[in-house]
C-alpha cells in the first residue's frame, strides 16, 4: 500500500506549489531579481526625487499661510480690545 493513500490529493498540490517558490528562487537566485528591481529603481528615485520637491513646496506654503493666521489673529485681537473699550465722546468730557 502507498503511504500517500491517505493523504488528499489537494494537499499534495499545495505542498508542491508552496515548494516551487524557494525552488525557483535557488533556480534563477538574486541575479534574475536584482535585475528586474534595477529597471525599477531608477523611476522610484526620481518619483521620490519629485515628492521631496513637491512636500518641501507645501512645507513653505503651509508656514507661509501660518504666518499670515498669526498676523490675522493679532489683528482680531486689537480690534476686540478697540471694541471693548468704552467710548469717549469729546462732548461728555468736563471741560478743564
Known amino acids: 500500500m502507498s503511504t500517500f493513500a491517505a493523504v488528499p490529493g489537494w494537499v499534495m498540490i499545495v505542498v508542491v506549489f508552496a515548494a516551487m517558490g524557494p525552488m525557483m528562487r535557488m ?39 501660518q504666518r499670515r493666521l498669526s498676523e490675522m489673529e493679532s489683528r482680531l485681537d486689537f480690534t476686540e480690545r478697540m471694541l471693548a473699550r468704552p467710548r469717549e465722546d469729546s462732548e461728555n468730557k468736563s471741560p478743564v
Open 27 to 65: 533556480i534563477f537566485g538574486e541575479h534574475y531579481s536584482s535585475r528586474r528591481h534595477k529597471r525599477f529603481d531608477k523611476s522610484g528615485t526620481e518619483e521620490i526625487a519629485r515628492l521631496d520637491a513637491a512636500l518641501s513646496e507645501r512645507d513653505t506654503v503651509i508656514e507661509d499661510l
